[in-house]
């Protein structure tokens, strides 16, 4: 254990830049973690992280306790105490958890040839970190395998991103910068592919959905661009009697996968 007391120790500038610059992240291969849930859903895949830094004033709260005792016991993480005042500094909350953790961000991993029982979502030029966030927290809860994510989408690694998933990074095989058009076509016919469109003529709840598919959502304000909707075999909006004229990128993926959930769950039930 190491207590850190200066804002000019290398360490505290690391975090900084990994809280801020996506580039650094990259270059370096590693992210920040924010909070107890998200170091032990880490944890709990990966094994220890690369560093933990704990605000001194919060050591003896219950839940970091358990994780130092749990994680202190690894020669490999290092761990640094630091004041409250310290801790505000690099923390990229305004009301700070009380412990961070630097983890390297996992490899790609490979895109699976079996597609007897996919589901998947393919994310297009989706901006925000916390829409990012929130679709792949649903996707994790909805039990989708693998999310296929267009290059200009929003850093999936960041820490902002990884607060709105809630962990759901550690149980879903994510591809980055993918060429969407091309993982269509690697489906064939095998996976049925549903794009979601304000202009489609069918609706969620007339198609079928079960066996393989794969979902796509696009852009928060143009939506999925025309290119990927006609790659897709079926085109679908979900119906809204009220008076908004669209869905929440992240809600109306919910919406979409948890329908999905539905009928499986029937065609277990017959």
């Given at each position: 254990?190491?207590?850190i007391t200066s804002r000019d120790h290398p360490v505290i500038k690391q975090l900084v830049k990994l809280e801020k610059s996506t580039q650094f992240r990259k270059k370096n291969g590693l992210t920040l973690l924010d909070g107890p849930h998200l170091v032990q859903a880490y944890y709990a895949v990966f094994g220890a992280p690369t560093c933990l830094i704990i605000d001194q004033s919060r050591s003896d709260q219950h839940e970091i306790k358990l994780l130092l005792d749990l994680i202190g016991r690894q020669a490999t993480t290092k761990i640094y105490h630091v004041s409250d005042t310290l801790f505000r500094h690099?923390?990229?909350?305004?009301?700070?958890?009380?412990?961070l953790a630097t983890i390297p961000i996992p490899a790609t991993k490979a895109i699976s040839g079996d597609q007897?029982?996919?589901?998947c979502v393919l994310l297009e030029a989706i901006q925000d970190p916390g829409n990012l966030?929130?679709?792949l927290r649903s996707?994790?809860?909805a039990n989708v395998s693998d999310i296929y994510l267009s290059s200009d989408c929003v850093d999936t690694w960041s820490p902002k991103t990884l607060r709105a998933a809630m962990g759901a990074h550690f149980s879903i095989r994510i591809h980055e910068k993918c060429n969407l058009q091309e993982i269509i076509q690697k489906f064939n016919s095998k996976v049925k592919v549903v794009a979601t469109s304000l202009h489609a003529k069918k609706n969620l709840y007339q198609l079928t959905l079960t066996g393989p598919i794969a979902f796509i959502f696009g852009n928060?304000?143009?939506?999925v661009s025309e290119a990927i909707l006609q790659a897709a075999e079926e085109k679908i909006t979900i119906p809204m009697p009220g008076k908004t004229e669209s869905l929440n990128a992240a809600a109306a993926a919910a919406i979409c996968l948890f329908e999905k959930v539905r009928q499986e769950s029937l065609t277990h039930l017959e």
């Amino acid at each position: 254990m190491s207590i850190i007391t200066s804002r000019d120790h290398p360490v505290i500038k690391q975090l900084v830049k990994l809280e801020k610059s996506t580039q650094f992240r990259k270059k370096n291969g590693l992210t920040l973690l924010d909070g107890p849930h998200l170091v032990q859903a880490y944890y709990a895949v990966f094994g220890a992280p690369t560093c933990l830094i704990i605000d001194q004033s919060r050591s003896d709260q219950h839940e970091i306790k358990l994780l130092l005792d749990l994680i202190g016991r690894q020669a490999t993480t290092k761990i640094y105490h630091v004041s409250d005042t310290l801790f505000r500094h690099v923390s990229p909350v305004k009301t700070p958890s009380g412990i961070l953790a630097t983890i390297p961000i996992p490899a790609t991993k490979a895109i699976s040839g079996d597609q007897k029982n996919s589901f998947c979502v393919l994310l297009e030029a989706i901006q925000d970190p916390g829409n990012l966030g929130s679709i792949l927290r649903s996707a994790a809860a909805a039990n989708v395998s693998d999310i296929y994510l267009s290059s200009d989408c929003v850093d999936t690694w960041s820490p902002k991103t990884l607060r709105a998933a809630m962990g759901a990074h550690f149980s879903i095989r994510i591809h980055e910068k993918c060429n969407l058009q091309e993982i269509i076509q690697k489906f064939n016919s095998k996976v049925k592919v549903v794009a979601t469109s304000l202009h489609a003529k069918k609706n969620l709840y007339q198609l079928t959905l079960t066996g393989p598919i794969a979902f796509i959502f696009g852009n928060e304000g143009n939506g999925v661009s025309e290119a990927i909707l006609q790659a897709a075999e079926e085109k679908i909006t979900i119906p809204m009697p009220g008076k908004t004229e669209s869905l929440n990128a992240a809600a109306a993926a919910a919406i979409c996968l948890f329908e999905k959930v539905r009928q499986e769950s029937l065609t277990h039930l017959e």
